[in-house]
């Protein structure tokens, strides 16, 4: 009898340290990551992750329970929001078993593409200073990069026609391409500046066409009207005249972002420099300076045209005269022949 109630009183023991260890371990929290908003994340722009803690029921949950992001390249918190902490009074025991947690994280703009490590701390009690045993947890997160890249190039050049092929040269399509031309200080456009493209698929190309003149630099103002293009076979340009052309490429990524790409190539006209915006006289040129060697060289041709007319009139003034010495000759110069005849 006396060993039935001592085997009674142990399993009694036991089970109230079984049941003791399993409260003190219900207080313990466990941390699953719940969400991940986009999926996959995209660089330069926001990642949200949404923690589920469990476990915060617990009876010795008396001082609440805290969680604390450690975020490493190429993650960053705004602010100081690392550390969140759910207080005792917030919950009922033994009742709400689940906290969310949310975090919005930065995600660097040159984040390449694949999948990262999350580090998290967290732990119950000392919500206002964690400190003591606390849990260290690992999650994944997963990037992609959606962008692409193209490679460029100035194909032909043809007067002011500019040519320039596009090629998507990135492993990802880009959609709805536009190609534009900015204002800038070396080159000026002629009609449209943009030009639609459409989609572009990995390893695709197009070609895009432009009119454009080269902006020239000169030291003195030039006047409206006096001249709107050179001929390009009259106007050499300097050797200087290699610049860079700007323009924007516009797309949306697979993801339905738009993004744009600045880029530049050096353009050389070839010579053949397209002055702009003085009037509209075509190909023809009248600057100050031809104007005054004109009215020069029409002066010189006036003068030769005069002493030429002055040399012309004078000969036949002579030749007159002299004919009229011949017609009116003295008595002492008739022949003999004529004498004996007027007898």
């Not at 070839?270 to 075509?282: C, D, K, R, V, Y």
Request: hydrophobic content about 40%.
């Amino acid at each position: 009898m006396n060993k039935t109630i001592v085997l009674v009183m142990l399993f009694a023991l036991a089970f109230a340290g079984a049941v003791s260890a399993i409260g003190d371990a219900a207080c313990s929290p466990s941390v699953t990551l719940l969400n991940q908003d986009p999926y996959p994340g995209m660089p330069d722009s926001y990642v949200k992750l949404v923690f589920m803690v469990t476990g915060v029921a617990g009876s010795n949950c008396d001082k609440g329970v805290w969680i604390k992001l450690i975020p490493t390249y190429p993650f960053s918190l705004d602010g100081d929001e690392s550390l969140k902490t759910l207080e005792s009074n917030t919950f009922i025991s033994n009742q709400n078993s689940n906290w969310m947690v949310p975090y919005k994280l930065r995600v660097d703009k040159d984040a390449l593409e694949g999948e990262y490590d999350i580090e998290a701390h967290y732990g119950a009690n000392g919500i206002s200073s964690p400190t003591g045993s606390y849990h260290i947890e690992f999650f994944n997160v997963t990037l992609e990069d959606s962008r692409t890249s193209f490679d460029a190039l100035i194909q032909e050049v043809s007067g002011t026609e500019v040519t320039i092929a596009l090629a998507n040269t990135g492993k990802n399509i880009a959609n709805s391409v536009v190609v534009r031309i900015p204002e800038q200080e070396n080159f000026r456009v002629t009609g449209t500046d943009g030009q639609m493209v459409g989609n572009l698929e990995s390893g695709d190309y197009t070609v895009v066409g432009f009119s454009i003149s080269q902006a020239m630099q000169t030291g003195r103002q030039n006047r409206t009207g006096d001249f709107q293009q050179m001929p390009f076979e009259n106007l050499k340009a300097p050797a200087e005249s290699a610049k860079e052309l700007k323009f924007d490429i516009y797309y949306t990524d697979s993801l339905g972002v738009r993004r744009v790409i600045n880029t530049a190539l050096p353009l050389n006209m070839n010579g053949a420099i397209n002055m702009t915006g003085f009037g509209n006289l075509g190909a023809r040129r009248t600057t100050q300076a031809q104007s005054a060697f004109s009215l020069s060289s029409l002066f010189t041709w006036q003068a030769g045209a005069a002493l030429l007319i002055g040399l012309i009139a004078a000969f036949f003034f002579a030749k007159k005269r002299y004919a009229g010495k011949k017609a009116h000759v003295s008595p002492s110069e008739v022949p003999d022949w004529a004498k004996e005849r007027k007898k």
